[in-house]
């Protein structure tokens, strides 16, 4: 199950580096072999990574699944978090190219549960739940499992993996950040402990734009979670809001996912994976508080059935202004279903934009079928600078992969990188307008994408032939709204939350 991997600056030197998660002895959980250790690569921008593990102190102990990266303590240098079965790991970053192990003093190293026994967390999402300019934590767990109580499931006299129907589910969990370097658990408090599934992914997004962000849970054959933040504490509304199953009404193996508009209408949607025969559902938002299901109207549920995702991710990978989307393909085991293609190449859809179509790219976009393989994670970043999104990929017993963007036009792109000030540091939760003479696209700042992964660094549009943006408008989690215009075209352009409102300003 482990596969994790996010993509920071950690260093603060302007390129995006990459961070490993890996596993250990499945019988004693810890990382009893070099093998084992998780990767830190810093990108020294001239086309090659510097393994820094050992100096940096990340190789790890236990078996490390899950990433999630955010500045806890608005220090300025992105801190991580890793998620791990029957124990998870907070790592604070020193500034000085070291991290340290502050789980215990954060009061994050209870994963012993006095109810439901060792949990196993699969992911993490860092959201500022109650505004107060603190990143809070949100934790994903999925099985009760213990090594000495394995199911035994054996299909033609092969073992296999056991279908997450032969074990109980767990409660997900928050924390929220105290500011003096440790949290508290509130799950029961805000209402996330009443709610026991099996989760393998969640996204943060204020789905009905009241300024309180939201977070989506996808469950292994369970019904998703949908949490509405109410201010001061969740009340879970997936069904409600259209959101508990896909429209054929089965359970599936939600898998990874990304909380994103992918329609330029403003408001968040949802895009998520899962195994053979079962699609990669699209849960568009109606702006009224629910979702309405565009799988098989949008054709990703014809393009989808034979494939199977493990992580999901919504990025302009053409700069046309559309956010694309990236699916990580693999599939657990050959048995399930009978004959299911193990090994599969990665795919990204094209955003065919007003249609409301996807073009599905699989050997078009280079993911040829020498590079199948059971891919797991995927993380995000612009490696070489230029302004186009590449991608990283993890994959199970394989290599990982680099992806470099390399694809052939002159459209135009802008990246907003954020400083929060009365908001957290990163301007996690900050929604992001931007128009061109060609119209108009959102996006907002999260560390949260595809499967166990993270990836952190300045908000990505893509302007097509624009050479400029007439107006960029932020709305920060403080409620401050921050808007320039006549932005430039093809920069990162850095921007500071003001103290107070500003007026329009000029860039």
Known sequence: MAGGVAVFDYNGDGRPDIFFTNGADLATLKKTSPKYSNHLLRNDGNGVFTDVTAQAGLAGTGFDVGVAIGDYDNDGHPDIFVAGVHGNTLYHNNGDGTFTDVTKKAGLDKWNDPEYGPLWAVAAVWVDVNNDGLLDLFIVNYLQWTYSNIPKCV?????????????????????????????????????????????????????????????????????????????????????????ALPEEGDFISGMGLDFRDFNNDGYPDIAYVALNRQTFPLLQNTGKGDFVEVTASSGMGAQSMGMSGFGAALYDFDNDGWKDLFVSRGHVSATHPPGANVRQPNTVFRNLGASGKWQPLTAEAGFVDSTAARHRGCAFGDFDGDGRIDIVVTSMDHDAELWMNRTANADHWLNIALQGVKSNRDGIGARIKVVTKAGTQYNHQTSSVCYASSTLGPVH???????????????????????????????????????????????
């Open 461 to 507: 549009f893509g302007l097509g032939a624009e050479t400029n943006a007439t107006t960029v408008e932020i709305h920060w989690p403080s409620g401050i709204v921050q808007t320039l215009q006549n932005v430039a075209a093809d920069q990162t352009l850095k921007i500071v939350e003001p103290a107070e409102p500003p007026p329009t300003s000029r860039k």
């Open 155 to 243: 299909v033609e006299d092969v073992a296999e993996y056991c279908h997450p129907r032969y074990y109980k589910g767990l409660p997900n969990q928050l924390f929220l950040n105290n500011g003096d370097g440790t949290f508290t658990d509130v799950s029961k408090e805000w209402g996330i402990r009443d709610h026991v599934g099996k989760g393998m992914g969640a996204g943060m997004a204020d789905y009905d734009l009241d300024g309180k962000p939201d977070l989506f849970v996808t469950n292994d054959s369970e019904y998703n979670f949908l949490f509405h933040n109410l201010g001061n504490k969740f009340e879970e509304v997936a069904f409600e809001a259209n959101a």
